[in-house]
């Protein structure tokens, strides 16, 4: 995420001295600092989602769980601009829940969340929230089958008022079995689930949502659903309502598989990532940038894997599994989880065509990043011609 000062702040799973993830910042120039090395003690370990700002300038984000027995199942942090890091809280993997998502700070100054797991009567995961001093309240038990099981992606607070969300599985079916509902869940914890994803051409095993400034919600499909079982992007109205925008093919030039959700642009346009798929087919290819609009015509800008070392190493990257973000100055900001001088991910950015056209330039993508000791990146710049593939769903 962008942070208030201009530069860019995110985690890593792995790396720092112990290899047990990092906080870092960056600048739009790939200027890289890490803030901080997590222990896997007390301070948790592998912060695999991403940060928030709170409204006081404050960091706040979720590792995954600990390392050493004894230290629960992954905390709540906060930590300032400057690197000074604060644990909140340590989830016991009772009623509290385990292994929290990514955060949202609500309109009433509380931060919202997701676990997947907790829970000694279900302990299909939960929704709570906690506020900045560290006291969390558990608002909701999943109980799979129609309430859904195991959410795995943030929250986000609609329009009006309710918070908004998915779990991978449950639904139309039980436990792991079942393809992921859509929920929301209103301040005192009164839950609706919404939609239960069949597994079928409206896809599988959502991803986070987003509300677009129609009103709808968008969303993406991660596996094993759509017409051609690559994932889909859709759209949902506040009371369920649920439209598949588009089938990943995972052709040559479509991608297929998207992990992270959507995000809308200043034009008005949603960009988002899939994780494999692109230059090659399914699993082997290293996925892709797309654009696509409200009724569905989706755009490939750029396939990852298109600047390769002599080893066969992606050096643009390779599998993007977290969402973009538009900074201030309009570019596109994003991570790769493997590929790059170090194949350990990469940052890049990437000027949006439509910009770029108005200024009679060729679209380009830009990766850079710089490897610290908690970082996976680049050392060096790649400038490179994204494609620019059409696509609309039938």
């Known amino acids: ?34 803030l901080h090395y997590f222990n896997g003690e007390n301070e948790g370990a592998f912060p695999v989602a991403g940060l928030v700002q709170g409204s006081d300038g404050n960091f706040y984000g979720t590792t995954f769980c600990p390392v050493v027995a004894g230290y629960g199942y992954g905390t709540v942090f906060r930590i300032s601009p400057s690197g000074a890091l604060t644990t909140l809280y340590s989830f016991s993997g009772g009623n509290d829940g385990a292994y929290p998502n990514r955060l949202v700070q609500g309109s009433d100054g509380y931060f919202y969340g997701t676990s997947s797991g907790g829970d000694y009567s279900y302990n299909y995961g939960t929704v709570f929230k906690i506020n900045a001093n560290g006291a969390l309240t558990t608002m909701h038990s999943f109980k799979d089958g129609n309430d ?44 609706t689930s919404l939609y239960s994803f069949t597994g079928g051409n409206d896809g599988s095993f959502p991803n986070g949502l987003v509300q677009g400034s129609d009103g709808y919600f968008y969303g993406t499909t991660s596996d094993k659903g759509g017409t051609n079982s690559a994932g889909t992007v859709f759209k949902m109205s506040t009371n369920g309502t649920m439209a598949t925008l588009y089938s990943f093919t995972d052709s040559a030039n479509d991608g297929g598989y998207p992990e992270a959700m959507l995000v809308q642009g200043s034009d008005g346009y949603f960009y988002g990532t899939t994780a494999y798929g692109g230059s090659s087919f399914g699993y082997g290819g290293a996925g892709t940038v797309f654009e696509i609009s409200t ?57 949006p065509r439509r910009f770029q056209w108005n200024c009679n330039r060729n679209a380009v993508l830009f990766v850079a990043a710089r490897r610290s000791e908690g970082s996976r990146g680049l050392e060096s710049t790649v400038v490179r011609a994204p494609k620019e593939t059409s696509h609309r769903d039938a």
């Open 295 to 351: 009724n569905g015509a989706l755009t490939t800008l750029y396939e990852f894997g298109e600047v390769t070392n002599a080893n066969g190493v992606e050096l643009d990257g390779a599998n993007p599994f977290a969402a973009l973000v538009q900074g201030s100055d309009g570019n596109f900001y994003g991570m790769t989880a493997y590929g790059g001088t170090n194949a350990d991910g990469t940052v890049f950015k990437m000027v």
């Open 148 to 191: 859904g099981a195991y959410p795995e992606a943030m929250l986000v607070q609609g329009r009006d008022g309710y918070f908004y969300g998915t779990t991978a599985y449950g639904g139309s079916s039980i436990g792991y079995t079942g393809a992921g509902t859509l929920f929301k869940i209103s301040t005192n914890g009164a839950l």
């Open 1 to 34: 995420m962008q942070g208030s000062d201009g530069y860019f702040y995110g985690t890593t799973k792995n790396g720092g001295p112990n290899y047990y993830g990092t906080v870092f910042k960056i600048s739009t120039n790939g200027a890289m600092s890490t």
